[in-house]
């Protein structure tokens, strides 16, 4: 059983920075995908990022390429998300979650939740 940590959320203003970070255990984290998803206030969880457990393939929703970076430090089982011009619709609840070793990821190919970690962006 993997067990997962999201920190790093937090309030700030529109236009600032964050850095999530997700640390894991329980298993061998250079062999599977990791993503990032969301889930804002009365809205359904959607797909954020992913990583291949290669680290050499990335995609990003349409709503964060080019404001968002996913990485991960397989020698520290932890997975990343820096987050650059961020906007109010931005605000979510983060969780990152264990995939399988398929690329490109489909969403129910997302097993292994952490708690989230709240990010709220004000204007």
């Known amino acids: 059983q993997v067990q997962l940590v999201e920190s790093g959320g937090g309030l700030v203003q529109a236009g600032g920075s964050l850095r999530l970070s997700c640390a894991t255990s329980?298993?061998?984290?250079?062999?599977?995908?990791m993503g990032w998803f969301r889930q804002a206030p009365g809205k359904e969880r959607e797909f954020v990022a992913a990583i291949s457990w290669s680290i050499i393939n990335k995609n990003y929703a349409d709503s964060v390429k080019g404001r968002f970076t996913i990485s991960r430090d397989n020698a520290k089982n932890t997975v990343y998300l820096q987050m650059n011009s961020l906007k109010p619709e931005d605000t979510a609840v983060y969780y990152c979650?264990?995939?399988?070793?398929?690329?490109?990821?489909?969403?129910?190919?997302?097993?292994?939740w952490g708690q989230g970690t709240q990010v709220t962006v004000s204007s």
């Open positions: 979650a264990v995939g399988t070793r398929n690329w490109p990821p489909a969403p129910a190919d997302f097993g292994s």
């Open positions: 329980g298993r061998a984290f250079s062999t599977y995908n």
